[in-house]
């Protein structure tokens, strides 16, 4: 199985972003499951269409998408929760304090 990860990045640095998932990917790949990077390098130039538009490309190679904590309050993490959806991919949502 091949999953990808949906969390919030509006606000923050591509370093930010790898920090907050590594103890999410550290237990994905922990249970033998190949965790597909779909982080990318921020230009601030690039409208951030653009950045939903690579992630969505991305999600057409994972069986599974990671929501993680508060991606309800991201515009680009609720369309990709839709599209994951959609698309009948698995959704794993965690919860707000994720244990890990």
């Known amino acids: 199985m091949k999953v990808a990860i949906s969390q919030p990045m509006n606000g923050r640095t ?3 972003i790898k920090q907050e998932r590594q103890s999410v990917v550290e237990y994905i790949k922990g249970l033998g499951i190949e965790v597909i990077d779909t982080v990318l390098d921020i230009d601030a ?5 653009y950045y939903l ?3 969505i490309k991305m999600f057409s190679d994972a069986d599974a998408v990671v929501f993680m ?3 309800e ?3 680009g993490c ?3 929760y839709h599209i994951a ?3 009948g991919k698995i959704i ?6 994720k244990g890990l």
């Open 78 to 80: 609720r369309i990709e």
């Open 45 to 49: 130039e690039k409208d951030p269409m």
């Open 69 to 71: 904590p508060d991606w």
């Open 14 to 16: 591509a370093e930010q």
């Open 73 to 75: 309050l991201a515009r």
């Open 92 to 97: 794993i949502l965690l919860p707000q304090d």
């Open 53 to 55: 538009g690579e992630s």
């Open 85 to 87: 959806e959609e698309y």
